[in-house]
Nanobody, 123 residues
Framework: QVQLVESGGGLVQAGGSLRLSCAAS????????MGWYRQAPGKQRELVAT???????NYADSVKGRFTISRDNAKNTVYLQMNSLKPEDTAVYSC?????????????????WGQGTQVAVSS
């Protein structure tokens, strides 16, 4: 069983910074693209940023230049450094693993989600 556990959320003033982490656990050989998504109250979930296993990144226009996604493949962990936070960044942030290749004969697991972590930005 593969699990993703996020941490690092909290309350911060506008202009501040937070760093989110998402650690994958289980019998993992490798993980393909990982990403961060967010859902604000009353809105649909939206992509924030993704990163491939090779380090290629993609960002939503709304966070370009402010957020940085990175990963440590040895630790099966993805990070999201969020700077210059705005009130409109307030949301539940969840991480996703597109495909998790398992050790041994276990099957590849697709579309794994964490439970989410709350980020609140006050004005």
């Amino acid at each position: 069983q593969v699990q993703l556990v996020e941490s690092g959320g909290g309350l911060v003033q506008a202009g501040g910074s937070l760093r989110l982490s998402c650690a994958a656990s289980g019998r993992i050989f490798s993980i393909d693209t990982m990403g961060w998504y967010r859902q604000a109250p009353g809105k649909q979930r939206e992509l924030v940023a993704t990163i491939t296993s090779g380090g290629t990144t993609n960002y939503a226009d709304s966070v370009k230049g402010r957020f940085t996604i990175s990963r440590d493949n040895a630790k099966n962990t993805v990070y999201l450094q969020m700077n210059s936070l705005k009130p409109e960044d307030t949301a539940v942030y969840s991480c996703n693993a597109e495909r998790v290749h398992a050790l041994g004969p276990l099957p590849t697991v697709r579309d794994v989600w964490g439970q989410g972590t709350q980020v609140a930005v006050s004005s």
